[in-house]
Each structure stands twice: as structure tokens, then as C-alpha cells.
């Protein structure tokens, strides 16, 4: 009779090779890792993951080329659960030939995200490495990885989430770009060639980190969420996965009436809309995303009353709230994202327009200001609108008017409307009576004038009076209206195939 607790030898032939993927097999790895200041990538999935919830797939792979080795072939990937949510992990592990893409692991982790397609589930990507194993150079010749392709069209399918705890180079950079959302530490840099390549181009040598480090990326609105270190990367992409798990129990309010004082009664001093963003949300459920870049906007994911929601508001500390090229482009993305995946948006109006002159024209505005248009316009989820302050031009127009058949339409008592500046509308409408002034003076008190009679005939009540908007409100209801609003809203319909992609930018 045979021994149930007595193991074959073919069995203990496959426990060992499982084994020896370990970081307990593994030492030197391990102190690798540590001198350079960084968790292993078995350490980070198990932060990342539930506890025991890790399905391995792959992890026996060795690398293509003869006389290498390699535990894995240096990427670690599976199935687990974050938050209770099933995903699929692709994790490169640094200690293994850098991190580097071989034939071996795009073949795995085409097959990862192959899985994620068919079975519709999230993708989180640790991307450290630094790019093309060039010793897979030497492998017969076959057809290039399909890799990028079947990740690029998971885009509005799936969540994505790329973590960029160190460099990641070349391949690694491709496919961060391609996420969703980009999270990085401070100390992590990227680039599309790493430093041999870049050296062999343009004849000088660079480090990684004068190459593409993270305060650049994070300017220029390639890093979506900045953080200190790996552990608060696993912490963000944990939160930022679970707005897409429907509504959660109503985290608690800020005092709203706090909502009463936010907006200056003084039209020219400017505010930070962030402090609306806060009051409005449940209590530490914000989440802004590429707060280093299109200043002139916040984007924010959040809750209301346990509601998952997207914010995009108007930010008048820079350029008074003007809309400019990198605000329209990351509202505009960031809108395609909510729609992507069923996400109500709330936009916070208080913008003079369009930003306007020569150097703006340079940078494309009337495309990429179509692109905010356009992203609301077919947007199939629902758009709530609050006025705070200013709404004139084009850019109020965009920012959920009227045209865009927004659920509701509020303004706060301190909303003005014009249907462009009104200081430009007065020297256009009043054009002969400017003229014919006599001194500067005269043209410029008759100019205050005016503009004074123009406002008071474009207050909030006035024109509500008009049915420009639904209500008129007292800023601290404002929560309880938008609750209120989403409640009677259907829930959002599934598509069966995807929706939507969201561009790369």
C-alpha cells in the first residue's frame, strides 16, 4: 500500500525547481536587492496581493538561450486578488538579467495578457527592467513578440496599472506608457532607449537618471501619481483599482458648510479648487492624477456617499483657471477613462475661457480644446455640472454646459456667465461710446462702468432666471444635490466588448 506523504521522486523533481524561484533560494538576490535599496518582486506582489491569493503562471520558464539561467526568466506573473477583485500580475524582476524583456518572458507575459483579455480582468505591470535582453539577440531568428499589441488592446477594456519602482527602459517604458494609470517613486527613471543606446545614437554616456528621471516625467504628465517609495506605490494602486469596484459603504463627509467660504467674495482672488474637491468627497477617498502637469486642472477620482466619481474642475490659482494645452489634454484623457468604465463625472466650473495669444496658438489649443469637447460629447455615463465662479466662452462651454445635457446643471450664488469675457464683450458691444471718450480715464471709468452693468445683468439668480441653469444653491447642499442626482440615475449597462480606448497620453 502506498504512502500518501511519501513523495515520488518526480514529484520531488518539480517541488525543488518551484523552490528555487524563491527568494529563500535565492540569498544573494536578495542582498542584491537590498543594497539597492528595494523590495524583491516576489515581496511587492505579496503586498500588492491578498493574502494566499497568488496563482503563478510560467514560473518554471528558463531563459531561451543555452548556459543561461535565470528563476522565471525574470517575470514573475499570475493571477491573484487585490481588494477582493481578481487581476493579472506581470512583475519583472530585476535581479534576473536587469529586468530585461527575453523571448522567453514576451512569450509569458503575452500569454498574461492574453488571459486578462479573455477573462476581462485588470492588469497591474511592476515594470523594472531595462528593456531587450541583448543576449536573446543570438536566438534563431523568429517573429517579433506580439507583446505590445495584445496589451495595446486592453486599452478601455481592462484597467491597467503600470509601477515603475526603479528604471524601466526601452520595452518596460512602451508598455508604462500604454497603462492607464503611472505610478513611479521619486527616485525611478524612464526612457525609450536606456544608457548603451543612447550612448551608440549620440556619442555621449548618460546615467539612467539624467536620461529620464522621475521630476521630468512628472512635469510633463507621463507619471499620473507620484509617490516616495514602493510601499506607497502598492498602496495607490490598490486604491486606484478600487474605484472601478462599484459603490462601498459612504465614508464620512467633511462639514460642507465649509463649501460656503471656498470662492472668494472678492472675483480676483484666486482659491485652490482642491479644497472644494476634499469637502465634496467622502473623507480621505480622493485621488488626483497628474497633479504635476495641466495645471489649470484637477482630476480627481473619488467618492461621494460611497459613490465612486470622477472630478474634473477648473483650477483658478494657475492662469486664473484658463484653459491651456496640457489642461485640455489631461481633462480630456482623464474623461475617457471615466467613460471607459462607468464612471459618473462631476465637473467644477470657474473659468475665464480658453486660454488665449500667439504662444497659445503655438501649442495647438483649438485641437486639443476639441478634445475635451469631443471626449464629453460621446460620453455615455452621466456628466453633473456645478458653476463655482466664472463660466465664459467656449471654455465654459465645454466644461458641461447646457449643449452637453449634463444630468444637472447648479451654480453657486458667486457664478458669473458671459457668453465671452465680459471686459472683451464690453469693447465690442460698446465700441462707439469707448471711442468717443475724451481721456483714458473717461474710457476707463466708462469701460468699469459698463462691465459692472454687464455682470449684474449675468449674476447666478439672474440667470437662472434665464433657465441657463437648473438651481441656484447653497454650496453647502451641493453634496446632498449630487447625491441626490446619482440616485436616480439607472446603473450603468456592461458592455459586452470594449467601450472605448483611452489614449495613450
Known sequence: MMDENSIRPDLQLALDAQDARLDAARPDAVERQRKRGRWTTREAIDALVDKDSFVEYGGLVRPAVAGMTGAADGLVMGTAKMGGRPVDLVCYDYTVYAGTQSAMNHAKITRMFEHAEMHRLPVVCWLDGGGARPHDMRVEARPAAPTFVVFARLSGYVPTIGIAPGRAFAGHANLAGLCDVLIATENSAMGMAGPPLVEAALGKKYTPEEIGPASVHWASGVIDILVKDEAEAVAVARKYLSYFDGRQVAGEAPDQRLLRTIVPENPRRAYDVRNVVRTLADRDSVLELKAGYGKAAVTALARIGGRPVGIVANQPMYLAGAMDTPACLKMARFIQICDAFELPVIILCDTPGLMVGPDVEKTGLMRHSARVLSALANAAIPILTVVLR????????????????????????????????????????????????????????????????????????????????????????TRDILLKTLETLPPAVRNAGRKRIIEPF
Open 390 to 477: 466664472k463660466a465664459y466662452g467656449l471654455g465654459y462651454y465645454i466644461m458641461g454646459s447646457r449643449p452637453l445635457n449634463p444630468a444637472i446643471l447648479l451654480a453657486w450664488p458667486t457664478a458669473e456667465y458671459g457668453g465671452m469675457g465680459l471686459e472683451g464683450a464690453v469693447n465690442i458691444i460698446h465700441k462707439k461710446e469707448l471711442d468717443a471718450a475724451v481721456t483714458l480715464e473717461e474710457r476707463a471709468d466708462l469701460h468699469a462702468g459698463l462691465t459692472a452693468d454687464l455682470k449684474r445683468s449675468n449674476t447666478a439668480v439672474e440667470c437662472a432666471g434665464k433657465f441657463l441653469y437648473d438651481d441656484v444653491i447653497d454650496p453647502a447642499n
